[in-house]
DNA sequence: GTCTATACTCTGATAGAC
DNA sequence: GTCTATCAGAGTATAGAC
């Protein structure tokens, strides 16, 4: 019998879930306390396991860290990898903010995480901020630029632009303390920061 | 001689000079690392004292914290109270938004602390958060509202109008470090964001 | 592969000399 | 008021039994 199919990942069921385990319990206490302020007690408590047993798993604290923050880093720039150049400019922009506020709806700890990075002044993840993340946008601001230039959306400062995307959708999810707080309940704060959203933009980048 | 000036504050100037040492010192260091991420013996070498030293003007950690936070509350709701229901409302925002984002300019490390509250739970805060702040917030959407009304200012949710000035100006503090990273050298964030801003929210309220 | 036991460091806080 | 010394507990990580 073979029971590992994929021969270059030596692992059983039980191996990738566990990892699968502490990945998420980490992503819950990194996300709330920042690195500094996660403990690996907390990790482990919440993964079902052993201290000593998550601690075979993962080398160390750090190592839990860099893997969470490389395994997410495609899923959040794929909004903005995906707008698309051939596309209609209104439609394609509204798109990324619907999608970007969706990836705050669905994964309010991976923002909350990787807000606490950046907040506590990214020394882990500052080498792709000024690379991957930088190309990225220089490459969909010139598209933007473009779209401006020929009449089709609104001329504005192209990367405030997308700043100012990241910071709207994004506050919903870092900031949903604050917000359901001021709200009071009977609220659905996606439900109308969707509709909130695409008006703001819609008026803004209306010629 | 009469050291002590102020009869009801029995402090000296050193007394005083010290306590607002640490004081600093612990907004540097809550606000990057968040509470827990936090330890007094970085806050003590940050501050020039020794740790004993420290606890003696503060019986805690979390008393040098909720010093923090109630002493900057004040300024932090400032710019929001002086919204004047009375004033020329596009004015009034825009000013609103001005005074915003030169708190972010000029105070990144308080809104870094409150930042990190939020995103951890608000724990510390909470109460404030569903009464002084949502009595507030009720109180100018209502001014808002009463505007849109009139038809003096485009009609939009006014909550969520006020999220987008706390989002739009707090991420130029909030996420400096990537800000910076994504615009590279040679930009002044702050001079651009002001810019941009005042031709965002005039674009939408507009008439 | 998983557990118990434990080494060793850091952290918040206190005691007591000066 | 400030320092040295120190404590108890929590923190990361390792050794070794099973």
């Not at 601690?55 to 860099?66: D, M, R, V």
């Not at 899923?75 to 903005?80: A, F, R, S, V």
């Not at 504005?156 to 632009?161: D, G, K």
């Amino acid at each position: 019998m073979q029971p590992e199919p994929t021969a270059n990942r030596p692992q059983t069921r039980i191996q990738r879930r566990n990892r699968q385990a502490i990945l998420d319990a980490a992503l819950d206490v990194f996300s709330q306390h920042g690195f500094r302020g996660a403990t690996l007690d907390q990790i482990a408590e919440v993964a079902g396991l052993s201290k000593p047993n998550l601690l075979y798993y993962f080398p160390s604290k750090e190592a839990i860290h860099e893997q969470l923050l490389t395994g997410l880093l495609d899923i959040w720039l794929d909004p903005l990898r995906k707008l698309d150049p051939k596309g209609d400019p209104l439609r394609e922009i509204l798109a990324y903010v619907h999608r970007k506020l969706e990836l705050s709806r669905d994964y309010p700890r991976e923002s909350r995480l990787f807000a606490n990075e950046i907040l506590q002044g990214a020394s882990r993840i500052e080498r792709v901020l000024a690379t991957v993340l930088r190309d990225l946008v220089d490459r969909k601001a010139r598209v933007l630029m473009r779209w401006m230039e020929e009449g089709r959306i609104a001329a504005l400062p192209p990367h405030h632009l997308i700043f100012s995307i990241w910071a709207l959708t994004q506050h919903y999810a870092d900031f949903d303390v604050q917000v359901r707080a001021v709200l009071g309940p009977g609220h659905d704060p996606y439900a109308e920061a969707d509709a909130f959203l695409e008006t703001l933009f819609r008026r803004l980048l209306a010629i």
